[in-house]
């Protein structure tokens, strides 16, 4: 079964997300100095994020709800399953974005370079990137809201970031691209730091050879 574009195109904006998540490092100096701020308490949070496993649950601004289940090992390592795992997954590894169609036996690799996956590839980033615009939204119910924007350009879009409180830990991110495009995600039963073994991460070969 081919998938429509726009279901992958909305997978990739998910993984846009978790690639920032792969290169936060901030310099301790930031963090002790603003301990107080929910900007340099996230950055803090995130870089010391080893592992994530979660269900989720992605909603597409036509009200399209897909659910799967999300592993993420830093700085490099990533799987999307969409669904049971039989129409889409997606994978990475250091070098390449791997989407696997399963049900057409198939898997397209695109270098991590062409994707918003080259975020890993920075020395440093913060959630104070430069060309963005960070902002500490007003809390609400025990929510902090963090906003990340850029105006225009290569990433032109706004990401808004909660984080519960107590605990303080990632809960959900809204992206808004620049077409005006929305995609939430929500995480559930989340599991940090746990050990995540390579074999998760490993690419199927499909036989295509002719019988």
């Known amino acids: 079964m081919m998938l429509h ?5 909305n997978a990739l904006r998910m993984i846009w997300l978790v690639a920032l998540l792969g290169a936060i490092s901030v310099t301790p100096s ?9 900007i340099s308490r996230a950055e803090t949070w995130l870089n010391k994020l080893k592992t994530l496993s ?11 709800a897909t659910s799967g289940k999300l592993y993420f090992r830093r700085p490099s390592r990533m799987k ?8 889409l997954t997606m994978i990475t590894s250091p070098v390449w974005l791997h989407v696997d169609q399963p049900s057409d036996r198939s898997v ?15 020395d440093t980033v913060t959630l104070r990137p430069e060309g963005y615009r960070t902002t500490a939204l007003p809390s609400r119910a025990g929510i902090e809201r963090i906003e990340l924007e850029k105006a225009a350009g290569e990433g032109a879009g706004k990401l808004t970031l909660e984080f519960s409180q107590n605990p303080f830990s990632l809960r959900r991110w809204i992206i808004v691209d620049s077409a ?9 039963n989340t599991v940090f ?6 074999q998760l991460f490993a690419v199927p070969s499909y036989d295509t050879g002719e019988k």
Do not use: H, R, W
């Open 5 to 9: 574009q726009g279901f992958i195109d």
């Open 30 to 38: 930031v963090a002790a100095a603003s301990a107080s701020d929910p």
């Open 54 to 64: 979660a269900d989720f649950i992605q909603v597409a601004s036509d009200g399209t």
């Open 80 to 87: 999307i399953i969409y669904g049971d795992g039989k129409d």
């Open 108 to 122: 397209t690799s695109y270098p991590i370079g062409e994707t918003p996956l080259a975020l890993i590839l920075a």
């Open 180 to 188: 005006g495009i929305e995609t939430s995600v929500m995480l559930q």
């Open 193 to 198: 730091d746990k050990a995540l073994p390579n």
